[in-house]
């Protein structure tokens, strides 16, 4: 049950804006999450990414295969070429690098397991207008 106010018009423009932006930085996280514990085509990286934000991030084709390629230049990520199981197509599989585990769990340690303590959960639950 959400507890957020009706927007107008104008708040919700930059709601929008926001929340673009803040998608478009957390993707890379999102993309190194997904390929963490086994090799994924980008279909099964987008449905990951889907399932696991309650739908708030739904990756786009060109957005998704932009970032993976990024993040293999940048070898976080590396990929392999074999066929897929129920077809038999060939299909690029991605999977976490030793040093995108490490960048990955270093920005955990520092964005998410760092920030996101019991402190930070009273704060977000903190009502409007309690100076506390």
Same mark, same amino acid.
């Given at each position: 049950?959400?507890?957020?106010? =009706?927007?107008?018009?104008?708040?919700?423009?930059?709601?929008?804006?926001?929340?673009?932006?803040?998608?478009?930085?957390?993707?890379?996280?999102?993309?190194?999450?997904?390929?963490?514990?086994?090799?994924?085509?980008?279909?099964?990286?987008? =449905?990951? $990414?889907?399932?696991?934000?309650?739908?708030?991030?739904?990756?786009?084709?060109?957005?998704?295969?932009?970032?993976?390629?990024?993040?293999?230049?940048?070898?976080?990520?590396?990929?392999? $070429?074999?066929?897929?199981?129920?077809?038999?197509?060939?299909?690029?599989?991605?999977?976490?690098?030793?040093?995108?585990?490490?960048?990955? =769990?270093?920005?955990?340690?520092?964005?998410?397991?760092? $920030?996101?303590?019991?402190?930070?959960?009273?704060?977000?639950?903190? =009502?409007?207008?309690?100076?506390?």
């Amino acid at each position: 049950m959400s507890s957020s106010p =009706e927007l107008d018009s104008y708040e919700q423009k930059v709601l929008a804006g926001w929340e673009e932006v803040y998608k478009r930085g957390l993707l890379t996280m999102w993309l190194l999450l997904a390929v963490r514990s086994e090799p994924k085509y980008a279909a099964e990286i987008a =449905e990951f $990414v889907t399932t696991n934000t309650n739908g708030t991030m739904t990756p786009d084709d060109r957005s998704l295969y932009r970032a993976l390629r990024r993040l293999a230049q940048m070898e976080l990520v590396e990929l392999s $070429v074999r066929s897929g199981e129920r077809t038999g197509a060939k299909r690029k599989y991605y999977q976490l690098t030793q040093t995108g585990e490490r960048v990955l =769990e270093a920005f955990l340690d520092r964005h998410i397991r760092g $920030v996101y303590t019991d402190a930070t959960a009273a704060i977000l639950r903190r =009502e409007r207008g309690t100076s506390r």
